[in-house]
Nanobody, 124 residues
Framework: QVQLEESGGGLVQAGGSLRLSCVAS????????MGWFRQAPGKEREFVAS????????RYADSVKGRFTISRDYAKNTAYLQMDSLKPEDTAVYYC?????????????????WGQGTQVTVSS
C-alpha cells in the first residue's frame, strides 16, 4: 500500500502564494505519477495538476495554468504544488493522489491512492 500525506495548506489573501507538499510512503515504487485535485464546498472534486514521476511531464487544468506549478523530488518521494496569484475561487480542500500507471488522467477515478486533504482558503 501507499500512504500520501499533504501539508502546506492555510489561509492567504488574494494575490498571495502557498506551497503544498505531498509525501508518499510505503510501496512508493508502484507510484508512477502524482496529481493534485481540489474540492470546494458543494462542488465536485476537480483536477488541478499532475506530474509523471520519472520524466517530469506535467498537465494542468486551464483554470490554474500560469499560476500553479507542480514539481516533484524523486529522491524524497514528494510532490509539490506551488500556487501563486491565488484567487478566492481557489478556496477548496486540496487532495494529493497517486496512480500506478504512467499516465496523467484528469479523472479522479483513475487514481489509486489518496491523501486526506489540506484546506486552502483565499480571502478577498
Amino acid at each position: 500500500q501507499v500512504q500520501l500525506e499533504e501539508s502546506g495548506g492555510g489561509l492567504v489573501q488574494a494575490g498571495g502564494s502557498l506551497r503544498l507538499s505531498c509525501v508518499a510512503s510505503g510501496r512508493t515504487l508502484t507510484v508512477s505519477a502524482m496529481g493534485w485535485f481540489r474540492q470546494a464546498p458543494g462542488k465536485e472534486r476537480e483536477f488541478v495538476a499532475s506530474i509523471l514521476k520519472y520524466s517530469g511531464a506535467t498537465r494542468y487544468a486551464d483554470s490554474v495554468k500560469g499560476r500553479f506549478t507542480i514539481s516533484r523530488d524523486y529522491a524524497k518521494n514528494t510532490a509539490y504544488l506551488q500556487m501563486d496569484s491565488l484567487k478566492p475561487e481557489d478556496t477548496a480542500v486540496y487532495y494529493c493522489a497517486g496512480i500506478r500507471e504512467s499516465k496523467l488522467p484528469t479523472n479522479d477515478r483513475a487514481y489509486d491512492y489518496w491523501g486526506q486533504g489540506t484546506q486552502v482558503t483565499v480571502s478577498s
